[in-house]
């Protein structure tokens, strides 16, 4: 059972910035799709961003375009989501999963199916 462990969450001012991670027990990336969603107050879990099973690939809500960055560091089983220019908007708990890949659009827009899922951490914007 592979196993996703996040972290990097807290507290930041809008504008600000937050590096979050997310660790695999396993070596997953030549056939996972790995990506982060978000569920925020009162709203439906959103897809982030995500990338293939390659590495390449990375798709981004439309929301996070431009201000979130999702990378990986194979050597250490290790996704990244660099977010900046953060908002209010913004907060909310951040999950890592992994999926048999299907495609990184296909894997935030639908969601997973199946696969893993990390414990989440959380992510506030505020004054």
């Known amino acids: 059972q592979v196993q996703l462990m996040e972290s990097g969450g807290g507290s930041v001012q809008p504008g600000g910035s937050l590096r979050l991670s997310c660790a695999a027990s396993?070596?997953?990336?030549?056939?996972?799709?790995i990506g982060w969603f978000r569920q925020s107050p009162g709203k439906e879990r959103e897809g982030v961003a995500a990338?293939?099973?390659?590495?390449?690939?990375?798709w981004y809500a439309r929301s996070v375009k431009g201000r979130f960055t999702i990378s990986q560091d194979k050597s250490k089983n290790t996704v990244y989501l660099d977010m900046n220019n953060l908002t209010p908007e913004d907060t909310g708990i951040y999950y890592c999963?992994?999926?048999?890949?299907?495609?990184?659009?296909?894997?935030?827009?639908?969601?997973?199916?199946?696969?893993?899922w990390g414990q989440g951490t959380q992510v506030t914007v505020s004054l």
């Open positions: 999963a992994a999926e048999k890949c299907r495609g990184s659009k296909r894997f935030v827009v639908e969601g997973p199916t199946s696969g893993y």
């Open positions: 396993e070596y997953i990336y030549s056939t996972h799709c």
């Open positions: 990338r293939d099973s390659d590495g390449g690939n990375p």
